[in-house]
């Protein structure tokens, strides 16, 4: 009756060896370390760069625990926090020999103390929040008439161009704000223009109106397509937010949208503020120019002749230097998208840009007079430029789609594609909030937040242990089981843990505890109304499911509700919340039943069970069950 097959307990042994496995690492600490990254989106960490850290550390007498490459970062493990300093100098010097212009990013981190085998196996201790380890905040508010004015600049200079290509004269277009003025001799023309912006610009309505003998046409930005270009200004500001945060070498930034025109910005472990500030205002800028391919230029690339005059000196991503004109041929503002792909002939990777009317239009003509010449792609960034990629044009290119190919990985054709996407900031954005948090404050949370957890537990277990004896004690050890099971999901989602999500874990305990005490007072009442041990356990654990079912959804939809519609501190909360009931609605049934059907369930004659008093209803004393 009261027998579990093999199955279940093979069910019960693999999740207690994953989640101990996965929830080992949090057990290990953390320990100082310095993190180098590339601060130009053009150079590459490799094994060079990782003997250039060794000799440097080597070189100021720095015995490190640890340096790798992983991923895109070095890190280089210390014992102590006076030894992280020293040797964050001592990589700096080495690596950035130009303080002005800095290559690589010198960051101080921490990280996690997990053995290798641990790590080999991706286990990976939770991240921890802004309140838990310390950091910035920050609250950007994004400039959305800039952006919608920015669109409109982009706007007019496409209808000039087709005007043109229509044969359509104007008197003059004008941007006014957010909207395109522009003026015709006479209301044929005006009918004309009226015909190919509605069939050319959809985003864009038309008023015309007579002024004296002209006609005056205004194009306004439908509130739909206005609704559009603030979202996606949105989201490219997001996303070249993460692009520069990354330098920072935050394991685990915060970076979401607040409302519909504000972004919240979060970086743990970060204390130097000007830094932070430094790389969210950071501005990127894209040309493209052609390569000066002269007698001159080519014995300036080879250091051996000055740079011609008109031209100049720049670095190709491989370290190669490449002379182009100062002649600036197409920027970034008339680029509208950038996607990595395949070349169709070669099946090399690529990266295929759209372009803009304006752009299409010069870069049509400029490809068709340069067949045979190569073009340089060149991003700006604090003053400094460099060569994304430098093709040879093999014919002319039209439409406005262009194709970026040769010698480029998949990686470099996604990372090219994103830069160029997200290189600069699709709208002005300004802090309007600031917070920072120390380390020791964090340091005075967590340990709060540990105790509360560990206290409330002990309390729990006590109590049950003293009420229910035996199966007190099995509903103790499916607790721990639960908080085992919840660290360790949590570390498998790589989730970050911050102060309400250990409320939320500090609560948990108290809801999951509910189920046992469902089940053990089942039990007693089946024992009270006369059934054998063997039979009230069964009952009991038969008739408490339906109730736990039902009590544990109505609550896991109220989760629900909060990680749906909640933000910041309330998504933590709901986070551990929902992940919590889970879990306890599988140690409290699944796991605790297990353990009692293996004490109880091979006793063929039992007799009594061990689950406190229980008072009988047809005496006027108690049985205690032992």
């Known amino acids: 009756m009261n027998r579990y097959p093999v199955w279940k307990y093979a069910i019960i042994l693999i999740a207690l060896v994953v989640g101990g496995l996965y929830a080992l690492p949090n057990l290990f600490g953390e320990s100082p370390a ?308 395949f070349d169709n002939q070669t099946q090399e990777a690529a990266v295929h840009l759209t372009l803009d009317a304006k752009g299409a239009r010069i870069f049509r003509d400029v490809t068709r007079e340069s067949v045979g010449k190569r073009m340089a792609i060149l991003l700006f960034e604090k003053g400094k430029g460099e060569v994304v990629t430098a093709p040879v044009i093999r014919a002319e290119i039209g439409g406005g789609r262009v194709q970026i190919s040769g010698r480029m990985t998949t990686v470099e054709a996604a990372d090219t594609a994103l830069l160029l996407r997200a290189g600069s900031l699709a709208a002005p954005m300004e802090i309007i909030e600031e917070r920072t948090i120390g380390p020791s404050l964090g340091a005075e949370n967590i340990a709060k937040g540990f105790n509360s957890v560990t206290w409330g537990f002990v309390a729990v277990a006590m109590f049950m242990c003293v009420y229910y004896m035996l199966f007190g004690m099995i509903s103790s050890v499916s607790l721990a089981f639960n908080l085992l099971l919840l660290v360790a999901v949590l570390s498998m989602l790589q989730a970050t843990l911050t102060l309400p999500g250990m409320a939320a874990m500090a609560l948990v305990l108290g809801m999951a505890i509910d189920a046992n005490v469902l089940i053990n007072e089942r039990v007693r009442e089946e024992l009270r109304n006369g059934a054998s041990p063997q039979a009230a356990i069964h009952a009991g654990y038969d008739r408490a499911w339906a109730t736990i079912i039902d009590s544990n959804v109505t609550t896991l939809i109220a989760g629900l509700a909060l990680l749906a519609f909640g933000s910041g501190p309330v998504r933590g909360f709901a986070v551990v919340h929902c992940l919590g009931i889970l879990t306890s609605m599988f140690s409290g049934v699944f796991f605790s039943r297990g353990v009692v059907n293996l004490w109880y369930g091979r006793q063929k004659k039992l007799k009594n069970v061990s689950i406190g008093t229980v008072w009988r209803p047809d005496s006027d004393h108690q049985v205690t069950t032992n």
Do not use: C
């Open 34 to 341: 310095v993190q180098v990254s590339v601060a130009k989106a053009s150079l590459k960490l490799d094994a060079s760069a990782l003997t250039r850290v060794e000799d440097a550390l080597k070189a100021a007498g720095i015995t490190p625990d640890a340096v790798s490459l992983e991923g895109t970062s070095i890190r280089a493990r210390f014992g102590s926090t006076d030894v992280q300093l020293k040797a964050k100098d001592a990589i700096q010097k080495a690596l950035n020999p130009d303080a002005a212009d800095p290559a690589y990013v010198v960051a101080l981190n921490l990280l996690s103390r997990s053995p290798g085998w641990l790590t080999a196996l991706h286990a990976s201790p939770m991240y921890l929040g802004l309140d838990l380890r310390g950091g910035v905040h920050f609250m950007l508010q994004v400039d959305m008439q800039a952006a919608l004015s920015k669109r409109a600049e982009s706007l007019a200079g496409d209808i000039r161009t087709i005007l043109r290509e229509k044969n359509v004269r104007h008197s003059g277009i004008n941007r006014a704000g957010q909207t395109i003025e522009i003026r015709f001799r006479d209301a044929a023309t005006a009918d004309a223009a009226r015909r190919v912006i509605q069939d050319q610009f959809t985003e864009l309505t038309t008023v015309e109106t007579p002024e004296g003998t002209d006609v005056k046409m205004v194009a306004t930005i439908q509130p739909v397509a206005a609704r559009k270009v603030q979202e996606q200004a949105l989201k490219q500001n997001i996303t070249t937010l993460h692009n520069r945060i990354n330098e920072l070498g935050v394991a685990e930034p915060v970076i979401q949208q607040q409302g519909l025109d504000r972004i919240v910005v979060q970086l743990p472990g970060v204390q130097d503020t000007a830094k932070a500030k430094d790389i969210l205002g950071r501005t990127a800028t894209l040309e493209i120019r052609m390569v000066d391919e002269g007698t001159e230029a080519r014995s300036a690339e080879l250091g051996t002749a000055p740079v011609p005059f008109g031209s100049e000196r720049y670095l190709e991503r491989n370290g190669s230097p490449v002379i182009v004109k100062k002649q600036v041929i197409l920027t970034g503002d008339n680029l509208t998208d950038a996607q990595p792909g």
